[in-house]
């Protein structure tokens, strides 16, 4: 079983439809992430946890929210889909201690906003 | 922000093949990771790098730190069919708080048999 569980893995909406992608992880980290893959933009960060009561805007937060609800549950929601929402979206963890700051990252969730 | 430049953006080989990708920054940074992406999964990280000049091994994949802390290199040898994924470099800052990442565009990977 993957560490890092995001559900759902692939789902179409259509524009203005609230949308909500959850993330689940059993690896024990306080640290955990959203991000967004792109074609030739590689991964953005939209937002990050650092524990339960602690939520940050990433690079590309407009247009989402996140809710920690549990050190093990962290989830993306789009409130309102517009078409250039259509992405990969990843979750990820990391431990605060890692030298290398190490993301362990979901298997993704493919979103299709029509 | 900081950018990290990512070339090639792809690339198709014949297996056996040698590789080499490369990541530019703008910054500084004092940390360098690359991470593989194999298709319908999650990226998983590689190599990591700490310091300038390092140069790091794992199995066929070599990975180096540029001296101007501004660049990294990833070269694969020997390609094999399952090297096939998306290649990501990431870097961290100096100014970077917590485990802030910034990542290339990464470098499509094709590989014919």
Known sequence: DADVTQTPRNRITKTGKRIMLECSQTKGHDRMYWYRQDPGLGLRLIYYSFDVKDINKGEISDGYSVSRQAQAKFSLSLESAIPNQTALYFCATSEPGSLAGELFFGEGSRLTVL | ?113
């Open chain 2, 1 to 113: 922000g900081q950018q990290l430049n990512q070339s090639p953006q792809s690339m198709f080989i014949q297996e056996g093949e040698d590789v080499s990708m490369n990541c530019t920054s703008s910054s500084i940074f004092n940390t360098w990771l690359w991470y593989k992406q194999d298709p319908g999964e999650g990226p998983v990280l590689l190599i990591a790098l700490y310091k300038a000049g390092e140069l790091t091994s794992n199995g066929r994949l070599t990975a180096q730190f540029g001296i101007t802390r501004k660049d990294s290199f990833l070269n694969i040898s020997a390609s094999i069919p399952s090297d096939v994924g998306i290649y990501f470099c990431a870097g961290r800052g100096l100014r970077n708080a917590g485990n802030m990442l910034t990542f290339g565009g990464g470098t499509r990977l094709m590989v014919k048999p």
